[in-house]
């Protein structure tokens, strides 16, 4: 295991039961879950190469209980994760041994629905599909889609900023979150923004959001709401090379044309995900992008055909627009279903988040070539191409002698390249375990000692999911530089890894 985590204070695991019992006052019967077998099924979340069984397991109902639980463990000094479904594949809602696993997956209450002024007031447990399944009857619907989006909650969507393909068009989470309620690791229950579109003061909303379960819990999001589009059509387009699909991709944005959503796949992650779900895609093409277009019926039209003009004009080989609402579906399904089609053909699969400038993606692609070939193992590519947001699926066996050490160095050498080209370390993933040791390749010391300010205004502790995010557990004590005398490392009792 190359990615270290905090060592477990000692002291707290020793005074394990009396802690369960505390937090059982807190959140009776089932509420708390301390039995190994039990807490079992928290041990990890997407990024399954972790595990670890968390200290206590507890599912609050309401607000106050989720403050008294944070205000007890503020007080004796215990570690907290918040977790929503476990989704994250940066390893955000790993546990820690000395440290309570705070679940919102009770907060599952859509609280209302306000269709004049375009908004929903949901718990934060509720499941980002959920929110569309509720409005849609009035035509209406939540626009950032993950892929996880049946199973992962808005809450994890709030803490990673999450996206997805209609990201490109509509915005990230960040862009259509209204106002949440939250509550510090000190137990303060704080609401930001609401209803209204631009608020006083600084932008917190915006920090929060992204903020990755390091400064607050959430317990109440008000998220936007749209009127669906009047139609909305997708185009299967096939190219005999990757370099061809993203001079493509970059001619139609330069063109002025915004789809709804642009994706791309290479032939190892087309051939996976149509093998899985028969989704029509061709599979003698080396990248397929789909477009979709949405918007009044003429607009989609005229849009559609200057698409595949320009697609023409880059060689595309195939070309073919959805006739109904079905086909569309089917089109979208075999990209949604990209990540297990890819877990049927490797028996394990680490999947990366970078983002880069959109015209670096044929340099980035070649560049990834030769990681494969250096790395000895292979790759599925699956993009936000309009948003130059990659997955790379590094495909490997963990059985098999030193391969997930290879995999994870072929993961940070993508992650590397992807700023070598001007880009960032994740796209929607968030940074969690995975990329935190990487912060140091995009940040300077002084970028990342005032980023941890902010941290330590919202948590002076530092107990709201330590060891995630921060390549060094700079505690708010010594935000300056480390300064060793004569040997003797200042602030000696705090944990260092
Ligand atoms: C198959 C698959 C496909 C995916 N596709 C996408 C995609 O297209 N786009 C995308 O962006 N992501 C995608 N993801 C990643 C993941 O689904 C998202 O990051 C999602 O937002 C996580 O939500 P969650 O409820 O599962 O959060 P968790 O995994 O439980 O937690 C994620 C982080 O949020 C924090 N957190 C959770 N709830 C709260 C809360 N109430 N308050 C404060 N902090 C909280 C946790 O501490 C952790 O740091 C995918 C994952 C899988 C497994």
Redesign the pocket.
Known sequence: MAILMPKPDEAILARREAVVEALRAIVPGEGTVSAPAAMRVFET??LTAYRQLPLAVVLPETVAEVAAVLRYCHQENIPV??????????G??LPLADGVL???SK?SRILEIDFDNRCAVVQ??V??LGITRAVEHQRFYYA??????I???????????????HCLKYG??ANNVLGVE?VTMAGEVIRLGGKHLDAEGYDLLGLLTG?????????EVTVRILQSPETARAVLIGFPTSEAAGACVAAIIAKGIIPAGMEMMDRPAILAAEDFVHAGYPRDVEALLIVELDGPQAEVDFLLSEVEAIALAHGATECRISRSEEERALFWAGRKAA??AVGRISADYL?M?GTIPRKELPRVLSGMKALSEKHRLGVANVF?AGDGNL?PLILYDAARDDEFERAEAFGADILRLCVEVGGVLT????V?IEKRDLMTEVFSEDDLRHQQRVKCAFDEKHLL?PG?VFPVLHRCAELGRLQVHKGALPFPELPRF
């Open positions: 979340d997407g994760v918040p977790r929503g479904s476990g989704t994250s594949l940066s955000g809602a705070l679940v919102m907060f934060p447990g499941t980002n950032p889609d993950p892929s996880s989006q199973a992962c909650s808005i809450g994890g969507n709030v803490a990673e900023n999450s996206g997805g393909v990230l989470t939250f903020s990755e379960g390091l400064l607050g819990v959430v317990t990540f297990p999947c988040d936000h997955h796209g929607e993933h968030g969690g999911n995630k």
